[in-house]
């Protein structure tokens, strides 16, 4: 009689289990990455790993899903600041200022690499203040991205794009 009592109970436990629970990951229109337990048109379901190692996060292991997704991995703020998104600049030939975003600061084994127009450009000593010198006249593309060890992404902000125009000689009209 007692088994009988408790075959509700267990048949409700196995169907609530974990092993069950499936996860879909988004990214919308403000480039933050979503999660939830209901699938919809635009997520992709994630291989969530019960019984993974405690403190880590099966999630942050994904990377982006695309080079242009934006995907703060384990940093709370990843970001261009300046230049801003589509700002049109005169380099100067002091260059044209950067100024990043990222918290925390660099985790021990991970290295700053900005691409300029697909190009890779190494941040020396985790900097994020600088300027970009020689670009030249034109549209440009800047994204910046955090690599491990590995040299695997670990984290990469959203491409900004930004215009550079020639400085106008004193008196030319604009």
């Known amino acids: 009689m007692t088994m009988l009592r408790l075959a509700p109970i267990l048949l409700s436990l196995l169907v609530c289990s974990p092993s069950n629970a499936e996860i879909y990951r988004w990214v919308d229109a403000e480039g933050r990455v979503n999660f939830s337990d209901r699938p919809t048109r635009e997520a992709e379901r994630v291989d969530v790993r019960f019984g993974a190692p405690a403190g880590s996060n099966p999630a942050n292991t994904l990377?982006?899903?695309?080079?242009?997704?934006?995907?703060?991995?384990?940093?709370?703020?990843?970001?261009?600041?300046?230049?801003?998104?589509?700002?049109?600049?005169?380099?100067?030939?002091?260059?044209?200022?950067?100024?990043?975003?990222?918290?925390?600061?660099?985790?021990?084994?991970?290295?700053?690499?900005?691409?300029?127009?697909?190009?890779?450009?190494?941040?020396?000593?985790?900097?994020?203040?600088?300027?970009?010198?020689?670009?030249?006249?034109?549209?440009?593309?800047?994204?910046l991205q955090i690599r491990g060890a590995d040299d695997r992404i670990v984290a990469q902000s959203a491409p900004r794009t930004f215009q550079v125009r020639q400085p106008r000689a004193p008196g030319q009209l604009p």
């Open 63 to 143: 990377g982006p899903s695309s080079p242009d997704e934006a995907y703060r991995g384990p940093y709370a703020a990843l970001d261009i600041l300046s230049p801003g998104l589509d700002e049109i600049l005169t380099e100067t030939e002091s260059g044209v200022p950067v100024s990043l975003q990222i918290d925390p600061s660099l985790i021990g084994g991970h290295r700053l690499l900005l691409l300029l127009d697909g190009n890779a450009l190494p941040v020396e000593g985790a900097h994020t203040q600088f300027k970009l010198t020689g670009l030249g006249a034109g549209n440009h593309r800047l994204q």
